[in-house]
């Protein structure tokens, strides 16, 4: 995943938006599965790490429908 240009892990530098910008591939096992790219601007380090989660969550619903229900649940 790369986030900016970058690896996740360098952009995301805390645990808390670490695991929140990883959080709709956990729960889909579906980390490593697929290529991310993502851009996003302001907010904050973890306002930006929620929207990274909204849009992972989104697409992934989008791709395999099912997986909105695990989602859901997660909020």
């Known amino acids: 995943m790369q986030i900016n240009k970058k690896d996740w892990k360098e952009y995301f530098s805390t645990p808390a938006t670490r695991i929140a910008a990883r959080q709709a591939l956990v729960l889909t096992e579906t980390e490593g599965r697929y290529d991310v790219y993502v851009n996003v601007m302001g907010g904050g380090p973890q306002g930006q790490a929620d929207?990274?989660?909204?849009?992972?969550?989104?697409?992934?619903?989008k791709a395999q429908g099912e997986f909105e229900a695990a989602l859901r649940g997660a909020r």
């Open 51 to 61: 929207a990274v989660r909204h849009g992972l969550s989104r697409a992934l619903v």
